[in-house]
């Protein structure tokens, strides 16, 4: 453990209801001066002991011999704003490669502070912070001045047609996801994206909003089917009836559960997007993934959430947000 006080945060990312605390998803944001400040396992220790679906770690390097630019080498007087730092995310079971809420929780966490330093910054329309991670490389969020919104840019996960639905263990998972709740009869599409370890099973179209919602998973069944190992997560996903962003009518909905990486539902999962945009955008746009096309989608957990979701690239996904800081304290040895 560090030898001075910590500085710890909780904040709600992805939030509804104009930037309410107590919507979208919870993470914990760690900030050190250094990563090797605080070992591995302590993080794994701090992650199981905060008991939020992740909590990042966010320093100014990685090491002591080396240095990215703070903030004290932001020019005021500069039209961009650019803060670079090191990011790792911790569920309490493992070190995941990415997570989206607890990028934007710490991007809150570091404008916020930023702010309280430099107040003349707030004048910006834009500041840009650079996250470099162990496993995705550099991941860029853009805060906006004027609508507080925090947007993401990380790379897409394809996601392809499973053509297993006559396997066993295909039909198992599905059973332990929406059973009994929903009948076979109503998925409409199963995907799996292999870069991201995800099972996608879109609800047919004529279904609502109150059947993803009254899905109930048998965890502990999802657990012990065979082929899931070394998956990450389910997702459930419905189409919207009248997706209009202007509206704040969601173009699609979705749920997730992550049982066998410790969290059963993850109440609001930025990374899961990168699977969902892709695959919402061909199906809205003809089969054309068009690029500059915001599509709101909202997370149907009992928190909610909302992400305004476009594909900027053909590799690369922007996920927007709000996000509210709810605690602040130190972790102590």
């Not at 009994?180 to 799996?192: A, G, K």
Request: some cysteine.
């Amino acid at each position: 453990m560090a030898s001075s006080p910590v500085p710890i945060y909780f904040v709600d990312a992805f939030t509804t209801n104009g930037n309410s605390a107590f919507t979208g998803n919870a993470a914990a944001v760690v900030i050190l001066e250094f990563d090797e400040d605080i070992s591995d396992d302590i993080k794994q220790k701090i992650s199981n002991e905060t008991n939020l679906s992740d909590t990042a770690f966010v320093s100014n390097s990685w090491q002591r011999e080396e240095k990215l630019t703070s903030t004290d080498d932001i020019d005021p007087n500069k039209d961009l704003a650019v803060i670079r730092r090191t990011l790792r995310w911790f569920t309490p079971l493992y070190e995941v490669p990415l997570c989206g809420h607890a990028t934007v929780a710490s991007a809150k966490v570091l404008i916020e502070n930023l702010f309280t330093e430099n107040p003349e910054l707030k004048e910006k329309e834009e500041i840009v912070i650079e996250f470099e991670s162990r496993f995705r490389g550099v991941l860029g969020a853009v805060y906006n001045c004027r609508s507080e919104r925090i947007t993401l840019n990380f790379p897409i996960n394809i996601c392809l047609p499973l053509y297993a639905e006559g396997e066993l263990w295909v039909r198992q998972l599905i059973e332990a996801t929406v059973f009994p709740e929903l009948t076979t009869d109503c998925i409409q599409d199963i995907q799996y994206s292999p870069s991201a370890k995800i099972i996608l099973l879109r609800l047919c179209d004529h279904l609502s909003q109150n059947d993803l919602k009254r899905i109930n998973p048998d965890f502990r069944k999802m657990k012990t089917i065979e082929n899931c190992e070394e998956m990450i997560g389910v997702l459930v996903t419905l189409k919207g009836k009248n997706g209009n962003v202007e509206k704040e009518s969601p173009h699609f909905y979705s749920r997730f559960f992550a049982p066998w990486y410790g969290v059963n539902e993850d109440p609001v999962c930025g990374s899961a997007h990168t699977v969902l945009t892709p695959y919402w955008a061909k199906e809205y746009f003809s089969g054309q993934a068009v690029l500059g096309e915001t599509l709101l989608a909202k997370q149907h957990s009992e928190r909610g959430g909302n992400l305004y979701c476009t594909l900027v690239a053909s590799d690369r996904v922007a996920i927007g947000g709000e996000a509210k800081i709810v605690i602040k304290g130190e972790l102590v040895q």
